[in-house]
T-cell receptor, first 116, second 113 residues
Framework: EAQVTQNPRYLITVTGKKLTVTCSQN?????MSWYRQDPGLGLRQIYY???????DKGDVPEGYKVSRKEKRNFPLILESPSPNQTSLYFC???????????????FGPGTRLTVL | EDQVTQSPEALRLQEGESSSLNCSYT??????LFWYRQDPGKGPEFLFT???AGEEKEKERLKATLTKKESFLHITAPKPEDSATYLC??????????????FGKGTLLTVNP
């Protein structure tokens, strides 16, 4: 089954404790992206990656890191989480052509993160 | 700065009452406009992609259209199961071979039986 998986689905942590949210896709997609969704602010892009070893900042990259060492995986790293990073996080993937995203993005089920 | 504005923020319809959702955008060099549906607590689900003004796409009770400044999602004879948040997103070239996606805040649609 074609899918994007995220782990963990729920996480409660404390300020300053490093954490990683994993994202994996089995569709051989070039493009992967991380979003956060907050009430009243909508879905905002954190980082995206066009392919292995190619990443770029989205609209809200501060406090986050990413890496793309393999095509299927795109982990999101919070080196020193703070309460303002409490949010619902989504990973997504898509085929990519030279002219941009090709058609739909597939979204993961989301990770609800609470930073105390 | 790229901007995507969706209206209305919320829309309540009676079953069978057709209406339209709006997505207006101010971007440099549109490379695609996407419509998604999102149910509470779930990831967005793809509906349509539109690439050029005048393009139209249909799926069941939904029809998406695109002009140079906005897109409409028309809902014909909606049913309660069409209740969801509808998101639009625009893709622009952000430099070199990179492309960026910007989402609107969404329209919360409620269809009452």
């Amino acid at each position: 089954e074609a899918q994007v998986t995220q782990n963990p689905r729920y996480l409660i942590t404390v300020t300053g404790k490093k954490l990683t949210v994993t994202c994996s896709q089995n569709m051989n997609h070039e493009y992967m992206s991380w979003y956060r969704q907050d009430p009243g602010l909508g879905l905002r892009q954190i980082y995206y990656s066009m392919n292995v070893e190619v990443t770029d900042k989205g609209d809200v990259p501060e406090g986050y890191k990413v890496s793309r060492k393999e095509k299927r995986n795109f982990p999101l790293i919070l080196e020193s989480p703070s309460p303002n990073q409490t949010s619902l996080y989504f990973c997504a993937s898509s085929l990519f052509r030279g002219t941009g995203l090709y058609n739909e993005q597939f979204f993961g089920p989301g990770t609800r993160l609470t930073v105390l | 700065e790229d901007q995507v504005t969706q209206s209305p923020e919320a829309l309540r319809l009676q079953e069978g009452e057709s209406s339209s959702l709006n997505c207006s955008y101010t971007v440099s060099g549109l490379r695609g406009l996407f419509w998604y549906r999102q149910d509470p607590g779930k990831g967005p689900e793809f509906l349509f992609t539109l690439y050029s003004a005048g393009e139209e796409k249909e799926k069941e009770r939904l029809k998406a259209t695109l002009t140079k400044k906005e897109s409409f999602l028309h809902i014909t004879a909606p049913k309660p199961e069409d209740s969801a948040t509808y998101l639009c997103a625009v893709q622009v070239r952000s430099g070199g071979s990179n492309y960026k996606l910007t989402f609107g805040k969404g329209t919360l649609l409620t269809v009452n039986p």
